[in-house]
């Protein structure tokens, strides 16, 4: 068999099943779309789901793809052997209902045996127990020696999970030691199996059973093909290596984390492990950043952090002193961008995102050592194992040490870790929240009844240039169950094939309105669409009853439409304006479009200037006074990235793109509605700026007849203003500055006046010296004396005492101020005086503390002002020795 590269491998499959007349589909982004189960794609069927289920029309029957996937549920492995990773692609093929195992077996051999050839001698295949039909097609349409094939049960041959669709497999095994002799039966393929001496490179997964929640497996109408061929492992194989970190393009990064490090591969266990988590770390951080995954302390974003931050300590550990997996992602992107060209497209871009994560870290790494390090000490002085959750948790929370970083290191001291009072910690804050989040959900269950929408129902947007149209009311749902019929202040979904109501979608709110006839009104109080692009009017019936099938007449708000339209164009318009402005790095990361206001999120580095603000608004500006027209043209994906249309950061789309153009000024990929001309837009306004996330910036905004109303809200503020401070408005800044001049003055005077008044209380406090143990007491009450007059105070009467303790206590308001004062006689006599002004605090409702020679504190009990004072003897006494 010929030693083929990781990329000629992936191309060559592609091929051979574009040849087989398959769609070749490029790797959906890592993030995925409309399924919260899961937190990254980590799987070659995972993001065709849709397609299985019928809930999506497939592009073709036929697909095949190279998809990039994370698996995460064995990081602590990753490193420790040369066998796990977190990033890999998966080959795959697939069949939506066409063709099934007659093709799919005698393609798979042909592949293995033609196109990578690979020895017969050194491939055996497996069957699910019961799957006769797949062992015959095996023995009979391929050349495969029977004697290779094995029938195992269902843990080894059958996937299914729950309920629903599922089915028996077939995998095609490689043998490492042929020489060995031949493997004669089940039982020892399966020992040999567990031995690592065969591994298992394809599973063809014959998805032909739908179980029920009876158990009962049931036929499906169209049985489907689902395959997956792990790329890195193939390539390990046709390498002739034991070890993924060998395949040519993973050992480039390898060589090159050797060469930053000058730690040599190979010739120390503990370095070994570090090195390939780095290797491995770094490969996977760069595509997750590619796809638009930024570090934060939640979810996928966490998984990012922890990632890096892992491979940084590592490298460390290999005594790499400076930031460094920004500058070795440049290996992973060229070892990789001929296939994914978004790596290339975005690497500056990813590299300043792990920049900045491994200097974040840095500062991090070395506080939370300091800290991890006493609690060590502790347990070790203490002769404890176990580290408490609370401590670990306070590490994680306050510090921002990852957890597995903790664990990790207290493992090599042999020092284990509270997991249940740390996961008790995580899930009070993951509490505290949701709380702070809050949650919304319209009519509490809307995606359940969304998807009680038939597949078979066709629902069209026809609405980019109408808001009013009629149609058939085809479905109506009220809760939970598909009905014939609404009625009067009933809340429920209609769906009708053809619609002018926009559904929430981009970032872009759905339309309002409503849907009527002569019988019937409601109002539409959202449009969404379900996973499978049916759109539903979700309503509240105002009048009379509407029967299924019946024509309805619906009517979009305009005016709030309008509204959109303007903040929706000019969302496009400011992102242009971000890029002139702050660079190309610049990409949309999150939007929100209501009647109201814009909510836009985007990848940056740093808060904006007000100069920038400025720069950004004007830009937009400018170009709404140009009056462009604002075309739209639907073209292939390829064709609109030529022509220099914005994409979604971390979005896949179809073939066909519709492109909106603001004159010669911006051009997205958009499927949102928008203003026939930039002029419509009215101006445009910034009203804030801020970070939502690390590297992530966001800007809220108004158009129109909103920016209209903003600047005459501020005008009659300033007409306020001016009327107050009694001159025009133009001379408001100056009369301010003569008001803050004057205001300092009486400060001063204030101050003065008050340092006269404590002056004056001095003699009257000196008159009530009082002798605790040999030691000098004055302490007293004072009126309306605070800061730095009441310390003023207590310093001259600590001069004039000489040796001694001073405690004075002052009301202001209704708070109350103490401050303590102590010689050094009395210090050394045992005098502590933050350890006094806690106690007399204590007695006014406050505390405070300081140095033994001076302290201040606070208390919120005026009225036992006097009683804390009286208790300071009693209270000196438990001092002096």
Known sequence: MEKLGLNEIRESYLKFFEGKEHLR????????????????????????????????????????????????????????????????????????????????IPWAWEYMTEVLMIPKEKLYVTVYLEDNEAFDIWSKDTDIDATRIFRLGKEDNFWE?????????????????????????????????????????????????DKDASGNYNKLKNPNIDTGMGL???????????????????????????????????????????????????????????????????GRGYVLRRLLRRAARHGRLLGIKNTFLNKLCNTVIENSFKAYPELKEKAAYIKKVIKL????????????????????????????KILSGDKAFKLYDTFGFPFELTEEILEEKGIGIDLEGFNSEMQSQRQRARAARGHSNYMGNGESQL?????????????????????????????????????????????????????????????????????????????????SGKVAHFVTVLEGTLQKDETVTLKVDKIRRTEICRNHTATHMLQEALKRVLGDHVHQSGSYVDEDRIRFDFTHFSALTEEEIVKVEKIVNDNIMQVYNVDTNV???????????????????????????????????????????????????????????????????????????????????????????????????????????????????????????ATSSVDEILDNVRDVKGVKVICGVVKGIDGDALRDLADKLRD???????????????????????????????????????????????????????????????????????KVPAIIETFVK
């Open 635 to 757: 073209m292939t994906i390829e064709k609109a990235k030529k022509s220099g249309a914005i994409a979604l950061f971390d979005e896949k789309y179809q073939e066909d793109v519709r492109v909106v153009s603001v004159g010669g000024f911006s051009k997205e990929l958009c499927g949102g509605t928008h203003v026939r001309n930039s002029g419509e837009i009215g101006m445009f306004k910034i009203l804030s700026e801020a970070g939502v996330a690390a590297g992530v910036r966001r800007i809220e905004a108004i158009t129109g007849s909103n920016s209209i109303k903003y600047l005459e809200d501020k005008n009659i503020l300033l007409r306020e203003i001016a009327s107050t401070l009694k001159c025009t408005e133009k001379d408001i800044t100056n009369r301010l500055q003569i008001q803050l001049a004057e205001l300092k003055d009486k400060e001063k005077e204030i101050a003065l006046l008050k340092g006269k008044l």
């Open 451 to 531: 998807n009680l929408i038939p597949k078979n129902i066709e629902t069209k947007f026809d609405g980019y240039d109408k808001t009013k149209l009629s149609a058939i009311a085809r479905v109506l749902i009220r809760g939970e169950e598909i009905v014939t019929e609404l009625s009067k202040g009933v809340k429920g979904i209609i769906v009708t094939e053809v619609t002018p109501f926009y559904a929430e979608m981009g970032g872009q709110i759905g339309d309002r309105g409503i849907i009527y006839n002569d019988n019937f009104k409601a109002e539409v109080e959202d449009c969404q669409k379900n996973a």
């Open 357 to 384: 994560e491994e200097e974040r870290f840095t500062e991090t790494l070395d506080s939370g050592m300091d800290i991890l390090k006493v609690y060590i000490e502790e347990l070790e002085n203490n002769n404890n």
């Open 800 to 870: 004039k005492l000489g040796d001694g303790v001073v405690v004075i206590g002052s009301r202001v308001d209704d708070k109350v101020e103490f401050v303590a004062m102590a010689s050094k006689s009395a210090i050394d006599s045992g005098v502590h005086c933050g350890k006094i002004i806690k106690e007399v605090a204590k007695i006014a409702g406050g505390g405070g503390g300081g140095r033994p020679d001076m302290a201040q504190a606070g208390g919120k009990l005026p009225e036992k002002l006097d009683d804390a004072i009286d």
């Open 232 to 298: 890195e492992r193939i390539a390990a194989t046709m390498q002739g290596t034991k070890s993924i970190f060998e395949v040519d393009t993973i050992k480039n990064i390898l060589e090159e984390v050797s060469r930053v490090s000058k730690v040599k591969y190979g010739e120390n266990h503990k370095d070994d492990i570090s090195l390939r988590i780095i290797t491995d770390h770094v490969r996977s951080t760069t595509f997750m950043i590619s796809d638009g995954v930024l570090p934060s302390n939640e």
């Open 25 to 104: 589909l490029g790797s959906f982004p890592l993030v995925p779309k409309n399924d919260a189960s899961l937190l990254l794609v980590n799987a070659g069927m995972q993001p065709l789901k849709p397609y299985f289920t019928g809930m999506q029309t497939p592009p073709s029957v036929r697909v095949t793809t190279c998809q990039k996937c994370i698996r995460t549920g064995d990081i602590e492995n990753v490193g420790k052997t040369s066998r796990h990773g977190t990033f890999f692609e998966m080959l795959g093929n697939f069949s939506f209902g066409d063709y099934f195992k007659k093709e799919i």
């Open 161 to 209: 999970i729950g309920q629903g669709p599922c089915g028996p497999s077939s995998e095609i095994h490689f043998d490492r030691n042929v020489e060995l002799g031949q493997i004669k039966t089940a039982e020892e393929f399966v020992k040999a199996g567990n031995e690592d001496r065969v591994i298992e490179l394809w599973n063809l997964v014959f998805t032909q059973f």
